[in-house]
C-alpha cells in the first residue's frame, strides 16, 4: 500500500512558493493558482495541450480554465487534502513550460 505524500503545513508553503513566479496560495494554503496570459485562444490551447502531458507523467492533475488568451491553474492534492510536493513539482514544470 503506497504511503501518502506530507501535506505542507503554512511556513512550508510560504518558503517553496519563494522558488517559484507569481504562483498564488489560498487563504488555508491548500491550493495553489496562476494565470497565464496568450496572445490568443489557440495558444493558450496549446499550453494547455502541453500541461496536460505533464500532468500524465507525474500523475497529478491541476484544474485548468482556459479561455481567450488565458488560462488559470489551480494545484492541490486531493487525498491527502492541502498542498504536497507533486503540487510544488508539477508547478515548476508548468512555469518551464510557458518559457519555451
Known sequence: MPCKPKVFGEKEVQKRIEALSEWVPNKKHTQLSKTFTFPSFITALAFVAKITVHAE???????????????????????????????????KRIDRLRLT
Open 57 to 91: 507523467v507525474i500523475d497529478h492533475h491541476p484544474t485548468i480554465e482556459l479561455s481567450y488568451g488565458k488560462v488559470k491553474v489551480k494545484l492541490a492534492t486531493h487525498e491527502p487534502k492541502g498542498l504536497t510536493t507533486k503540487d510544488f513539482d508539477l508547478a
